[in-house]
């Protein structure tokens, strides 16, 4: 069955750093990107970096430039995202998504003190 | 970045009824848009890409424009169709999301 699966919901505090994993099956895994979105509770949706399917070639969104690493583990087939630095305007749920035809379940991340 | 802006912000409409949805990008993204339904509680569901290829919906949803001018029409509103969608650009980096319609049963 093709599909993402993610990790479970994370509590932080302020300051912290997240990590939320994307595990991939069903298909090559090496064949596609995935980008990394997220949803704050009751708002749109922000795009938020993408992490290619060749070398592993990042591309971040401005606002997370400084503070965002996106990796991946081809023998794991999981795509991962570390956000660094987090303040409660981060509570939100992550979702990640295969060239944005497919997406994972969603991680919520709250931050809180 | 291409600012996309979605219309109306909520439709409210009859089952069986007819649900027109606007999405308009800052400039020209040609086809490369996509059209995303959300459920409550539930993760985006890719329904339209290329702007007017449907994926995995019934025919009653159809995709339609190119260039700064998009359309999602749902012909004739069933209760699982009742959701918001987003559009999206994947013309150029970043990828930018509308703020979604909401479609509401009348």
């Known amino acids: 069955q093709v599909q993402l699966v993610q990790s479970g919901a994370e509590v932080k505090k302020p300051g912290a750093s997240v990590r939320i994993s994307c595990k991939a099956s069903?298909?090559?895994?090496?064949?596609?990107?995935f980008h990394w979105v997220r949803q704050a509770p009751g708002q749109g949706l922000e795009w938020m970096g993408w992490i290619s399917n060749g070398n592993g070639d990042t591309i971040y969104s401005q606002k997370f430039q400084a503070r965002l690493t996106l990796t991946r583990d081809t023998s794991a087939m999981t795509a991962y995202l570390e956000l660094d630095s987090l303040t409660s305007e981060d509570t939100a749920v992550y979702y990640c998504?295969?060239?944005?035809?497919?997406w994972g379940q969603g991680t919520f991340v709250t931050v809180s003190s | 970045d291409i600012v996309m802006t979605q219309s109306p912000a909520t439709v409210s409409v009859s089952p069986g009824e007819r649900a027109t949805l606007s999405c308009r990008a800052s400039?020209?993204?040609?086809?490369?848009l996509a059209w995303y339904q959300q459920k409550l509680g539930q993760a985006p569901r890719l329904i339209i890409y290329g702007g007017s290829t449907a994926t995995g919906v019934p025919a009653r949803f159809s995709g339609s424009g190119s260039g700064t001018e998009f359309t999602l029409t749902i012909s004739s509103l069933q209760s699982e169709d009742f959701a918001v969608y987003y559009c999206?650009?994947?013309?150029?980096?970043?990828?930018?999301f509308g703020q979604g319609t909401r479609v509401e049963i009348k």
């Open positions: 400039q020209s993204v040609k086809r490369n």
């Open positions: 069903g298909y090559t895994f090496t064949d596609r990107a």
């Open positions: 998504a295969r060239d944005e035809d497919l």
């Open positions: 999206q650009q994947y013309k150029s980096w970043p990828r930018t």
